[in-house]
């Protein structure tokens, strides 16, 4: 190939364009400086030993919760002795997760006493038990036999709020148990009404649901009772508001359970 045609190969390949004006010997150049050496990497100061996480005080064990809830209880001479013992408590882990400690509302001399299950996000609020929309269906129930708050007197079976409303464990009921105890011993209404399973099976001491409990009259008493009281379990309303098909049983409930105060008052029990 000449030098002609070897432009001409260049020119269609596209090297078309000089690189310089004159023409390197790249092989009479110099040699490139050597490239230095890398430094060393500079060496870590030794890290501080971290410190072992701060040692939590352990949980009260459950049954030492249920001892000193017992003596707690038992020490209670009033119902102010005992909410303070309640608010004391340290037995429940249910009391740190909660706002408020849920006592009681309505009149602790009237002859009916309601103990619900625990209280929700209205009643952890507010520091009172039924003040949410279930509440307001019980207060609906009642009205419709002549009650209200002024005439009955209201607790839970668990003071505190369990976190986002789940079911109390075994260990969270035999703690709050002893109390709840002392509390209708104190109140020593003629009539007990047990709303809902989760205090129903507590109180009477059975693995049997509310199904089969509820409408069933049987006697309650502690040992610092005087004497037995009639006992009532029913549906809780939380469970009415979900299952409606069921409100024709709690109005017989309902019914039951006035026809029971006519019957004390004209036969007034003796204590």
């Known amino acids: 190939m000449d030098d002609l045609a070897a432009l001409r190969w260049l020119v269609e390949i596209g090297a078309d364009e000089a690189i310089l004006e004159t023409p390197l010997d790249r092989f009479s150049a110099p040699p490139p400086p050597p490239v230095p050496a890398a430094r060393p990497a500079p060496v870590a100061a030794p890290l501080a030993p971290v410190p072992a996480p701060a040692v939590m005080a352990a949980p009260q064990p459950a049954a030492q919760a249920v001892v000193s809830a017992r003596e707690a209880a038992a020490a209670a001479k009033t119902l102010e002795e005992l909410r303070a013992a309640l608010a004391a408590f340290e037995g429940c882990a249910l009391k740190a997760t909660a706002t408020n400690l849920v006592f ?55 003071p505190w709020r369990p976190p986002a409303n789940r079911t109390p464990s075994a260990a969270e009921l035999a703690a709050c148990l002893p109390f709840v105890q002392r509390h209708i011993a ?21 693995s049997e649901g509310i199904m089969r409990l509820r409408g ?6 502690t040992p610092d009772m005087a004497a037995e009281i009639p006992v009532l379990p029913t549906y ?16 017989r409930d309902l019914l039951s359970i006035k026809q029971k105060i006519s019957d004390n008052i004209n036969n007034p029990p003796s204590k």
């Open 186 to 206: 104190l109140v020593n209404p003629q009539i007990l009404v047990l709303v809902g399973g989760i205090s129903a099976k507590a109180l009477l001491d059975t």
């Open 216 to 221: 069933k009259w049987r006697t309650y008493r």
């Open 104 to 158: 009681s509302d309505g009149n602790p001399a009237a002859k009916v006493m309601l103990v619900g299950e625990a209280p929700g996000a209205d009643e952890d609020r507010q520091g009172k038990p039924f003040v949410g929309v279930s509440g307001q269906l019980l207060d609906r129930m009642l009205a419709a036999i002549g009650l209200d708050r002024t005439s009955v007197y209201i607790t839970n079976v668990i």
């Open 236 to 251: 809780h309303p939380a469970y009415l508001l979900r299952q409606p098909a069921q409100k024709r049983d709690s109005w």
